[in-house]
C-alpha cells in the first residue's frame, strides 16, 4: 500500500507535529544514553509496532476511537491488541512486507517510525529487539571507562560492567 498524495501530505503534518512535541519533550528529559550501531535492516521493529498511550487516550472513547482511526487510515497501522496494564496498542504495519523486511512507504513513514529506537534510550535500563544492530550507549561513557580502569579490576570484571553500564560503543 503505497501513500498517495493526499496521505503523504497529512502524514507530512502529522509528522511536524509529533516532531515539535517531541522535541519539547527531550528539552526536558534526563536522557543517560545516545545511540549507538546500526540499523542492521532486521525489520522487527516494523512487524508489530506497539504505542503506549495516555490516560486520556486509553480511557476517554471518544479520543481512543479518534487515536485508533488515525493510525488505521493515515498511518496503517491495523490493531492487533490493546494491553490494559501498560495502556498500549500492538498495530500491524499494512506498509511492512513480510517477505522483503521492507517498508513500501518508507519516505512518509510516521514519526513513530522515524525515531525508533530512541525512544527507548529514556529507559533506565534500554532493550532492543535480537539482532537489532542498535544499542544504548551512556552519555559520559569516556570518563566512565577511565574511572573503571583506573580500578584495575580483571578483564572478566571489567568487560561486565563495560556491558552493563551501557559502555561498549
Not at 493510525?71 to 490494559?84: M, P, Q
Not at 517498508?103 to 529514556?122: A, I
Not at 570518563?143 to 563495560?162: G, M, S, T, V, Y
Amino acid at each position: 500500500m503505497r501513500d498517495g498524495l493526499i496521505r503523504r501530505s497529512v502524514k507530512r503534518i502529522g509528522r511536524v507535529v509529533f516532531d515539535t512535541r517531541l522535541w519539547l519533550h527531550r528539552a526536558q528529559a534526563d536522557v543517560r544514553y545516545e545511540l549507538g550501531g546500526r540499523c542492521a535492516t532486521c525489520g522487527e521493529c516494523c512487524e508489530a509496532p506497539g504505542i503506549q498511550v495516555s490516560k486520556a487516550t486509553w480511557y476517554v472513547p471518544t479520543f481512543r476511537r479518534i487515536f485508533l482511526w488515525w493510525h488505521r487510515h493515515v498511518n496503517g497501522f491495523e490493531l492487533v491488541e490493546a494491553h490494559r496494564q501498560d495502556k498500549a496498542f500492538v498495530f500491524r504495519c499494512t506498509h511492512f512486507d513480510l517477505e522483503t523486511r521492507t517498508c513500501d512507504s518508507y519516505g512518509s513513514r510516521p514519526g513513530l517510525c522515524r525515531d525508533y529506537p530512541r525512544v527507548h534510550l529514556e529507559q533506565a535500563n534500554p532493550e532492543f529487539f535480537e539482532g537489532c544492530g542498535h544499542k544504548a550507549v551512556a552519555i559520559h561513557r569516556g570518563e566512565l571507562i577511565q574511572i573503571l580502569e583506573n580500578e584495575r579490576l580483571a578483564p572478566d570484571q571489567l568487560a561486565k560492567l563495560k556491558k552493563g553500564l551501557y559502555l561498549e560503543e
